[in-house]
T-cell receptor, first 107, second 114 residues
Framework: KNEVEQSPQNLTAQEGEFITINCSYS?????LHWLQQHPGGGIVSLFM???GKKKHGRLIATINIQEKHSSLHITASHPRDSAVYIC?????????FGTGTRLQVFP | DTEVTQTPKHLVMGMTNKKSLKCEQH?????MYWYKQKAKKPPELMFV???????INESVPSRFSPECPNSSLLNLHLHALQPEDSALYLC?????????????FGQGTRLTVV
């Protein structure tokens, strides 16, 4: 079993839909990162969370430390949101990555 | 400057070649990482440098040799690679201060071994 599990693995949405991606982890962490990777490779950090909730534009990330669970929400999704979203946990000296969620938003 | 810069962006090398990948950051981060990513898979950790010392080697074959000449630079020396080593190689850095644990990633080097 992976130390960091994401669901769903693939997600298709119509433009404007509300999207939720979930992440569960089984190790102790100092922080959790939500990352975005577009085709071509570059990874962009969206959020770093150690507790509570953060919002940036149409993106909202929450974390429940007791339940070892985090969610990434996208409101009013847009085709440019199409990418792979990766949850990664900061475990001592290393980032442990989830398997990623491939999101496609259609107009 | 909140960037991690990797060079080259693309690299094609033969199995007998020696080449190096470079990674540079000027954010004062003391933790730098090399990851390998195959298509449609999450990045896999290869090496971690903490305060310019190798702190984690995830059982990477010796044909990959990391080097951290100073706190801003990270190299990955490649020698006698195999075609299955073809992948996207990503460098990352993370600040380890109380308020600064955001992760920054380079654009990656897409390596093809022929």
């Amino acid at each position: 079993k992976n130390e960091v599990e994401q669901s769903p693995q693939n997600l298709t949405a119509q433009e404007g839909e509300f999207i939720t991606i979930n992440c569960s982890y089984s190790v102790g962490i100092s922080a959790l990162h939500w990352l975005q990777q577009h085709p071509g490779g570059g990874i962009v950090s969206l959020f770093m969370l150690s507790s509570g909730k953060k919002k940036h534009g149409r993106l909202i990330a929450t974390i429940n430390i007791q339940e070892k669970h985090s969610s990434l929400h996208i409101t009013a999704s847009h085709p440019r949101d199409s990418a792979v979203y990766i949850c990664a946990v900061d475990n001592t000296d290393k980032l442990i990555f989830g398997t990623g969620t491939r999101l496609q938003v259609f107009p | 400057d909140t960037e991690v810069t990797q060079t080259p962006k693309h690299l094609v090398m033969g199995m007998t070649n020696k080449k190096s990948l470079k990674c540079e950051q000027h954010m004062g981060h003391r933790a730098m990482y090399w990851y390998k990513q195959k298509a449609k898979k999450p990045p896999e950790l290869m090496f971690v440098y903490s305060y310019e010392k190798l702190s984690i080697n995830e059982s990477v074959p010796s044909r990959f040799s990391p080097e951290c000449p100073n706190s801003s630079l990270l190299n990955l020396h490649l020698h006698a690679l195999q075609p299955e080593d073809s992948a996207l190689y990503l460098c990352a850095s993370i600040g380890r201060g109380v308020r600064n644990t955001e992760a920054f990633f380079g654009q990656g080097t897409r390596l093809t071994v022929v």
